[in-house]
Each structure stands twice: as C-alpha cells, then as structure tokens.
C-alpha cells in the first residue's frame, strides 16, 4: 500500500508538471529512435507525455536496429545527412562526447539544464555532458556488482586477490568466476573498471593517454583471473548473457554483471531446481576493490536522451525529454524494465526497493563508479583496448601496457595503430 501511495503520489505531481502550452497548428511531430522497453513503459511514456502536451507534440517511437553498433550506425548515417524529421535518439552514455563534438547534439542551457540535472546522481550528470556542457537527459543508469552465492561462500569477497582465492577453495564444478572476456566493449568496461579501481584512467582530463602503473596492475589483475583456474573456460569468448546463464546452471560461484541479472534468475527459478537454487543464494556486494580498504569502481552504464540539432523542433523535442525522464518514469522504467534510476531519490522508493532489494548496495556502487573514456574517439580507443589486452589469459601487463599507451597515442593523434 505505502509503494502504491508513493507511485500515486509522485505520478499526480508528474501529470501537473508535464503540461505546456498548445501550439496554434496542432502538434508537431517527434520521431524518437529508441528500443521498445519490453514492459512497454517507453512506449507509455511516448503516450502520455505526447497527451499532456496540450497538443505541443506527438511522440512516435521508431525501433532501434538489433544490436548497439547497427543502432549507432544508423543514427550516425541521419546525423550526418542532417535529417530535420530525426528528433529525439536513445543514445549509449559513450556516444556523447563524439555526437557533442560532431555537432550534432543540441545543447541544454538555463532552465531546461537545471530541470534535467535535477536529483541525478554526479556520476550519471557528467556521463550526459561532454567539455561541462549538458548535450543529452540522463535516462537511465547502471554499474556492475559483484553477485554470489551464499550458501557456498560465507563472506562476500571485497578485493580481486580475496576473490580468486576464495573461487580456488571451492571446487572447479560449482567454484567459477564469471566476466565479460570477449573482445567486445564489456572487456573494456572490466579493464576501465579494474583500472579506475586501481586508481589510474585511461586517458588524461585533456584527453592524452594515462594508464601507467594502475593499468599494468589492473591488466595482472585480468591475466590473474583468467589463469586461476577458476575463469570460465569460455571466458575469452564470454558476453554477459553467457557468464549469466552458467552462474544459472549453478556453475559459479561468482559474478561480474549489471543488475538485470537479478530479475532474469527470478525468471530463471521457474524452469527448474538448480536454477532455483541458485536464485534463492543469490546475493551481492559491491564492486571487487584492487587494494584493501579502498573502494572498487564499476564503470558506469545506461543510456541518455539526445535531441538532434538538425530537428525541425528543438523546443518541443527538448521538452519531450524532459518529460520521459522526469521521476514518475524513472520509477516505472526500474520496476517494470528493470533499469536502474537516475535519480537518487529513487533508491529508497517502496515500489523501487521492492523489486530491487539491493538497491542500498546498487546507490552506494554507483556513488563510487567511474566513466569510460569521455573523447569524440572513443570508438578508436575502445578497440585499441580490446585489439591489446586480448585474450585474457595471455596479456603480458607492462609490455602490452605500453603497447597501448603507443596505440593510443598515435590514435589520438589522427593516425593508425
């Protein structure tokens, strides 16, 4: 009763806060390229915010394509044709700073900046602003967890040495440790993670290489999981979705992933005893630390709405972002889409924690997460990393540290590697 109030509650002050003044000549049209939320509550969200518009605007939702880079592609194609009819884009929290320098992105100022930011966590504000500038609305978050088991281990693991270890007393059948080792962009979110943990980045604040020390040990921390012989042996070719369904199958004892995983061993539990099982000792902790005593940082996930600044309605498009973000959607995209909130105040929702019990754990990781790379290049770098550092088990830290501090120099620099 207290989540219904609260949901209640919070959804009349949304309903009075969406209204805006009709325009003479009916409402105008804003197409937004977005996946369709399986729950449908974009789709709603589309809707309602289109109706209590006053007739300013119409949003249509046009699906994205099947994967994240076939979706990238296509907003990159229309961006650069300049196609005034393309107003509003789901975007990737990487993306920003290369639409944002490409000019494509209109920028949020004044009262519309102020209202997008209000109640995001810091993390999630500066993954929406590229050079202190606000170019897309905070729409939903993420950060990586540690999952486990407790009925076969006592005492969640707090660093990455204290995990291995704990994974090696454990047989091999149920004892293993599951991450995201294939070449693709979760390899870089371990590596980023394990390297901001370790206190280093990748690149400098103005954009030059860093890395350094921390990446030699956060690449030995990667080589030492994958030679523990506790990795999973499919772990060079391992997405999230795979480490998820062996953590399933009760071949795991340990998992590096985003919070979906929780609900889809909810889902899980249901098709058989093992998976059962393994749902009801589900539990978490926070993001592995490199040294004790000092936090662990997740990279930072989620997704954020950009208006195009070739649209034919900027002023409509950027209210309609606004509107789909506010509060009473944040909590309906968390507790029927599982995606995580951007607002803090969110995390304490009755309805929220109840589908998210560990909500209190999620809040403080990404009170401690970092961002990847924020450079107009960052699909150069995210390859150089995973062209470098690839296969886990055979990544040879300072020499290949260096190799990649070379890569990307030369990268940034406008040339080849």
């Avoid at 929290?93 to 944002?100: G, K, L, P, R, Y």
């Avoid at 889409?337 to 803090?344: D, Q, W």
Wanted: proline letters at 8%; aromatic letters at 8%.
């Amino acid at each position: 009763m207290a989540a219904a109030v609260a949901i209640a509650a919070l959804c009349a002050l949304w309903i009075a806060a969406c209204g805006s003044s009709s325009g003479s000549h009916g409402p105008v049209p804003l197409v937004y390229y977005s996946p369709l939320d399986p729950g449908g509550t974009n789709i709603k969200a589309a809707k309602t915010c289109s109706e209590q518009s006053h007739g300013s605007y119409n949003i249509t939702i046009t699906p994205e394509a099947s994967s994240a880079d076939a979706s990238r592609q296509l907003i990159v194609q229309r961006l650069a044709a300049h196609d005034p009819d393309f107003s509003l884009l789901n975007m990737d929290t990487i993306w920003t700073a290369e639409f944002a320098a490409a000019g494509w992105l209109e920028e949020l100022t004044g009262a519309d900046r102020q209202e997008a930011l209000q109640g995001v966590l810091p993390i999630v504000a500066q993954s929406a602003e590229y050079k202190g500038k606000l170019y897309t609305v905070p729409l939903n978050t993420n950060a990586q967890l540690l999952w486990y088991r407790k009925d076969l281990v006592k005492t969640a693991p707090t660093t990455w040495a204290q995990l291995i270890a704990d994974a090696q007393k454990l047989p091999a059948s149920e004892g293993l440790i599951e991450e995201q080792g294939a070449q693709y962009e979760g390899y870089t979110v371990w590596f980023n993670s394990v390297l901001a943990s370790a206190g280093g980045s990748v690149l400098t604040p103005v954009g030059t290489p860093s890395l350094g020390r921390p990446a030699v040990v956060a690449a030995q921390i990667i080589r030492d999981v994958a030679t523990s012989g506790r990795a999973d042996p499919s772990l060079s070719a391992n997405q999230e979705n795979q480490g998820d369904l062996a953590f399933q199958a009760g071949k795991a004892a340990f998992m590096l992933n985003w919070p979906y995983v929780y609900a889809a061993g909810r889902t899980a539990a249901a098709t058989g005893p093992v998976a059962k099982k393994v749902y009801e000792n589900m539990a978490w902790a926070p993001y592995p630390a490199v040294y004790p005593q000092v936090p662990g940082k997740s990279s930072v996930g989620g997704a954020n709405i950009g208006v195009s600044v070739y649209s034919k309605y900027p002023k409509q498009a950027i209210a309609a972002a606004l509107c789909m973000t506010r509060p009473y959607w944040q909590y309906q995209e968390a507790i029927n889409e599982g995606l995580p909130p951007v607002i803090a105040s969110a995390y304490t929702n009755p309805a929220v924690l109840k589908a998210y019990p560990f909500a209190a754990t999620l809040l403080k990781q990404l009170k401690n997460a970092t961002t990847r790379p924020q450079t107009p290049f960052y699909g150069d770098v995210t390859l150089a990393i995973q062209q470098t550092l690839h296969p886990p088990a055979n990544i040879n830290p300072a020499p290949d540290i260096t190799s990649l501090h070379s890569c990307l120099t030369t990268l940034l620099k406008g040339g080849l590697c």
